[in-house]
């Protein structure tokens, strides 16, 4: 038997953009995560994933080839060297909420290739872990830039630049993030694919909010370095009014902003994909108590506090 995890994550600076070739930070979130439990199967019936939650058993063999749970096991199988079905059962479980931009899919993903390659005596690094991943990725949004499986298999703050860098960096000072979730899906893929659509139209327009957002990720990693939180927070609103710009926002979570920066946050942005899931708040310990009342008041369906260190 085998059991592995990985966690959840935040996008910190830069969604969106970060598709466009900008600059970006994600960190994780350790408090929620997905777990894969292996067990061996009975003999002949190959690679199958239970989900129960979700109430969904996959069979791998039978599976058509872009569902998303076959194709990570496939590809792990493929990547260990190990052509044949093994009779083994996947058992899922997480307990990040699905679809809000918590990376609960990424997570899943994560999971299943660390505790098969556990289970099979094989040894993946982060970077093989990530790759792997990232193929799966494709499947659940399109274009997706690589910032969640990165972040998500190094469980470390990352700098990331599609196809160019990823920099692990280290906290100067540690702080805290409120993360709310507006209880709404966050369909990432459709989210993308209409930025998308608009940015073609008129890249005239689009082009310097994006480079603002990147220039703004660059800051904020020597801001998140040097410990400066006051500034930190400066750049999380102007992220969110630049995301909001970019046509990515919505009511709900305009509301979680507004009502973290009357609690006292420092600054307050969407997170992820945004039109719904989760939001970020830069608290203290002062004020992490009066943010959390008054984000459940503006509608937060749940309100976790994270430690980035
Ligand atoms: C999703 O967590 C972040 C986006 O920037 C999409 C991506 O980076 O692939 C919206």
Redesign the pocket.
Known sequence: MTLAYACGKV?LFG??A??YGRP?IAVPVTEVQAQAYIEPGPAGQGVVVVAPDLDRRVIVREAPPDEPLAHIVRGTLRAIGRGSDPDLTITITSTIPIAR?L?SGTAVSTAIVRALARHLGHWFPSQAISDLVYQTEVLY?G??????NTVIAFEKPVYFVKGVTREIFWVGRPFRLAVADTGLASP?WE??GDLRRRYQADPTRYEPLLDRVGEIALAARSAIVQGQEAELGRLMDENHALLQELGVSCPELDRLVAAARQGGALGAKLS??GRGGHMIALVTEETQGRVDMLLRLAGAVRVLITEIR
């Open positions: 996008i969604e969106h970060v598709v970006a931009g990376g949004h274009t997706p830039s690589g910032i969640d990432t989210v993308v992820g994909a």
